[in-house]
C-alpha cells in the first residue's frame, strides 16, 4: 500500500481551522476558528474564505445539510452559523445565554441538531431560523457531539456526565451510562448495522449496541 499526505496553507496567517466536512459541491468546508471565517477548498487545493460577521464568533464544527447550505456552531458568540455554496453568511442566535454550542449534525427531521457543552441542553434550529431546546436531564452533562442514528433518532456524548445519550426528533432524552467511571466521551458515529461508537479520552473506544 502506497499513501501519500499532501498539505494546503490556509491563505490567512493564524486561521485556526477546526471543523471540516464535505458539501455538496464536491468541495471541501472548513471552519477557521482563530480567523472568523469559513474556507472552500477544491480538489485542486485552491482555498476561498468567506468572512463571518461577528467578531470572534468561535465557528467551531461544521456539516452540509439536504440542500447543499453548510451550518456551523458559533461558540463563542452563541449563535448558529449558515453558509451558502455562494459564501453568504446567515447567523441566528440560540434563546439560552453563553450555551457554548459545539457539535452539529443534520437530524432525520431535515432539521439541524447541535448540543449545548455550557447550556446543557440539545438544541434544533429549522431553515427559517426558529430553534428549539431540550434540557439534558442530568445536570452539567457537558454535551460535546452529536449524530443522527440509524434508528431515526439523535445520539450525543456526555462529556461531563459519563453518558451517551439519544433524543428522539420529538425531544424525548434517554441517557445511558458508560460502565467505566470519568472516561469523558468525546466523538462519535454510528456504524451500518446500528450500533454506537464513541471515543474516551480515558484511553478506551465505547460500543453501544442497541438490542430489540
Not at 123 to 129: E, K, L, Q, S
Not at 151 to 180: A, C, H, M
Amino acid at each position: 500500500m502506497r499513501i501519500t499526505i499532501q498539505e494546503y496553507v490556509v491563505n490567512e496567517k493564524d486561521s485556526g481551522p477546526y471543523g471540516i466536512t464535505t458539501g455538496k459541491d464536491e468541495a471541501l468546508w472548513f471552519t477557521e476558528q482563530k480567523g472568523n471565517r469559513i474556507g472552500r477548498i477544491n480538489a485542486n487545493g485552491e482555498i476561498n474564505s468567506f468572512p463571518i460577521p461577528t467578531a470572534n464568533a468561535g465557528a467551531m464544527s461544521i456539516i452540509s445539510d439536504q440542500t447543499g447550505d453548510l451550518w456551523f456552531t458559533q461558540n463563542q458568540n452563541n449563535t448558529i452559523g449558515r453558509i451558502t455554496t455562494k459564501g453568504e453568511v446567515t447567523e441566528y442566535p440560540i434563546p439560552t445565554p453563553n450555551s457554548g454550542p459545539v457539535g452539529i449534525a443534520s437530524g432525520p427531521d431535515g432539521a439541524i441538531w447541535f448540543v449545548q457543552i455550557n447550556g446543557n441542553k440539545i438544541g434544533r434550529i429549522t431553515f427559517t431560523g426558529g430553534v428549539n431546546e431540550f434540557v439534558i436531564p442530568t445536570p452539567n452533562a457537558r454535551p460535546h457531539a452529536i449524530i443522527p442514528g440509524k434508528n431515526g433518532d439523535l445520539w450525543f456524548t456526555e462529556w461531563g456526565g459519563n453518558q451517551i445519550g439519544r433524543i428522539t426528533v420529538e425531544g424525548v432524552i434517554t441517557e445511558y451510562t458508560i460502565p467505566t467511571n470519568n472516561v469523558e466521551p468525546h466523538g462519535i458515529t454510528s456504524c451500518l448495522n446500528g450500533d454506537i461508537w464513541f471515543a474516551e479520552e480515558c484511553n478506551q473506544i465505547g460500543r453501544l449496541t442497541i438490542i430489540i
